[in-house]
C-alpha cells in the first residue's frame, strides 16, 4: 500500500474492529483519520456508524460532502458514487425523510445503470433497497416490482444465504399484504430448500 490506501484500509479494518466491540470513540477517529488523508469509502463507512449510533447529522454531513467530492472528480468514481447515495437513502429512512430517502436510493439505482444492465448482479442492492424502502411505506406495488428484480438476480446455488434472506423477506412481504397462501408457498419452498441442502434436521421455519 501506499501511505494514503493503508490509512485508507486502516481506517475501514480498525473502524468496524471497534464497531463490533461498541468502542465507537475509536472507531469514529481511524475513519476521520482515513478522511483526512482522501478516502472516500472510509466516509462511507463513518456514516454507517453515525447512522447506527443515531448521530444522523453527523452522518448525512460525512455524505453530503463526499458525494460533493465524488461529484467533482474527474474521472468520476461511479460505482463508488452510487454506494454513497445508498448510504444516504438508510439515513433518511430512519429520520423518517422519505422523499429524500426515496431520491437517494434511486440515484444509487441510476448511477449503476450508467455501468451496468439493468438485469447486472451488481444492481442487486439497489433493488433491495427499494423494494425494501416502498414496502416501509406501504407502495406495495412498487415494492412488488422491486422484489421482482431481485429474486430474478439472486442464484441459489452460489449464494444461498442472500437466497434465503430475499425469500424470507418476500414472504413477510407477501404475509403483510396479506397474500397468506403465497407467503406459505414461499416458506414451503424455502423449507424444502434448507432441508435439500442441511438435511431433515433444518429447524422449522416460523
Known sequence: FNYMEANEFLGTMYGFDYLETNDYSEAIYFLNRAIELGSEDAAINLSTIYRVTAQYDKGLSVLLNAIDSLGKADPQNVELLSSTHGGLGHIYLEMGKYKEAETSYLKQLSSYKKLYDADSPELFDSYNNLATFYSKINL???????????????????????????????????????????????????????????????????
Not at 141 to 170: C, H, P, W
Open 140 to 206: 406495495l406495488e412498487r415494492a412488488q416490482y422491486y422484489y421482482g428484480k431481485i429474486i430474478k438476480l439472486v442464484n441459489l446455488d452460489s449464494d444461498f444465504d442472500t437466497y434465503y434472506m430475499v425469500m424470507n423477506n418476500f414472504s413477510i412481504f407477501e404475509s403483510n399484504r396479506s397474500k397468506y397462501k403465497e407467503a406459505q408457498l414461499i416458506l414451503e419452498k424455502l423449507k424444502f430448500e434448507l432441508v435439500k441442502k442441511f438435511g431433515k434436521g433444518t429447524p422449522q421455519l416460523a
